[in-house]
């Protein structure tokens, strides 16, 4: 059958509207013409939304115990280290802080701080941590997505921000840090869109990790969560790092996607020769360790009730700790960490460490996030005329030194 005027112009619509959202968020669903003609890449919509529950379907048969689990898994952690060159990790440097001053609100303070995560490679964010608290308190940290629109970037979104200081005040010490080539960093020449952003980003979240314990977390609660790129971040940190010890990636665990960035899908962290892995196996390696997807309708985890959260939980059911994988779908929503996305990760970070959730949600579910003070970006940096930018800092891509 012919198809209708109006049938090609909705699909035309569609696409554009398709590709527009995904350039506004900086990324793109099909990477550049270098990565698609790499045969050692997976990017973007690598698989069809059949060929990616086939995939998981056909490679469920090799592992139908632990140690077969765990074989895989090795073979997939080797993987993502050797595409990422860090089979072998560098020496881990001083961290090396600069702290800001300390701006107090209503039950959470603000600290703008840097870290050097390399010599001279400078790792800019700020930390969000309760007023009221005893003991050593847990650990989380937030990577950010792909988000450019002007006044709604990355960590800075009024969104994040809520999240950040909401978590906070649950009783966590939260670091909330910047992409590659993003905020401050950006302005002083970085760039996100690198060949290399993906090793300095896996590279970023291991030395934060080690700066949140630095600052007194507990080692053996820190959790990570993120949404569209700061999912990827998030399970791609916690396939190759134990200490991360809970995971929320939010809307972007796909059979299918890839991801459409260089941070995520720039480097051979899926294919080698024969031996082909997903995002969903990524996700897994962190099993039994608990773990939250967030998903919707509107984007590339539309799929996740029926195909990819059943795979994850039978990696789960291997380690008889089925419990310990949750999903909660939300099939009218988009791409984003809204607050319905909130509201299904506070309580599950409440749950697996120790957070009181009454801060952060009241006994109706309603959110309690009305009086968090949004802080302009540029509020947010680290580097100003008290605080200047070390002269041995790099401010380029290129300058690294592994």
Request: aromatic content about 10%; hydrophobic content about 35%.
């Amino acid at each position: 059958m012919m198809p209708t005027i109006q049938t090609t112009l909705s699909y035309f619509l569609f696409c554009t509207l398709l590709t527009g959202f995904l350039f506004l968020n900086g990324c793109d669903a099909s990477g550049s013409e270098d990565e698609e003609s790499d045969p050692a890449l997976s990017v973007g919509h690598y698989f069809t939304e059949e060929e990616g529950a086939e995939f998981l379907d056909r490679i469920r048969e090799k592992y139908q115990t632990e140690e077969e689990w765990e074989s895989r898994a090795e073979q997939i952690r080797n993987l993502i280290l050797r595409g990422t060159g860090l089979e072998e990790f560098p020496e881990k440097h001083d961290l090396n802080p600069l702290m800001g001053d300390v701006r107090t609100y209503d039950g959470y303070t603000v600290q703008n701080v840097a870290f050097e995560s390399l010599p001279g490679v400078f790792v800019t964010g700020s930390v969000y941590t309760p007023v009221e608290a005893e003991g050593t308190l847990p650990g989380i940290l937030s990577p950010h997505g792909h988000f450019t629109d002007p006044g709604d970037v990355g960590r800075y979104r009024p969104d994040a921000q809520k999240r950040f200081a909401a978590m906070a005040r649950m009783g966590a010490i939260v670091f909330a840090y910047d992409m590659v080539g993003y905020g401050q960093l950006e302005e002083l020449g970085w760039e996100h869109h690198h060949p290399e952003s993906l090793r300095l980003q896996l590279w970023n979240s291991i030395r934060a990790t080690d700066f949140l314990i630095s600052l007194g977390a507990d080692p053996g609660r820190i959790a990570s969560t993120g949404a569209s790129g700061g999912g990827s971040q998030t399970f791609f940190h916690a396939a190759v790092d134990e200490r991360v010890s809970v995971s929320a990636p939010v809307v972007m665990v796909s059979a299918h996607f890839f991801g459409g960035c260089v941070c995520e899908s720039g480097m051979p962290i899926h294919k080698d020769g024969d031996f082909q892995t997903n995002n969903v196996e990524i996700t897994a390696l962190v099993a039994p360790r608990p773990l939250l997807l967030v998903s919707v309708g509107g984007d590339w985890t539309k799929n996740t009730p029926d195909v990819e959260y059943p795979h994850i939980r039978h990696i789960y059911e291997l380690y008889n700790r089925p419990e310990n994988v949750e999903y909660v779908h939300l099939p009218d929503e988009n791409h984003d960490y809204g607050e319905s996305k909130r509201a299904a990760v506070y309580p599950f970070l409440a749950k697996h460490l120790g957070l009181d959730l009454s801060k952060a949600i009241d006994s109706e579910g309603n959110l309690l996030e009305d009086d968090i003070v949004i802080e302009e970006q540029n509020d947010l940096y680290p580097f100003d005329d008290e605080h200047p930018f070390p002269e041995h800092g790099i401010s380029h891509n290129d300058d690294v030194v592994w």
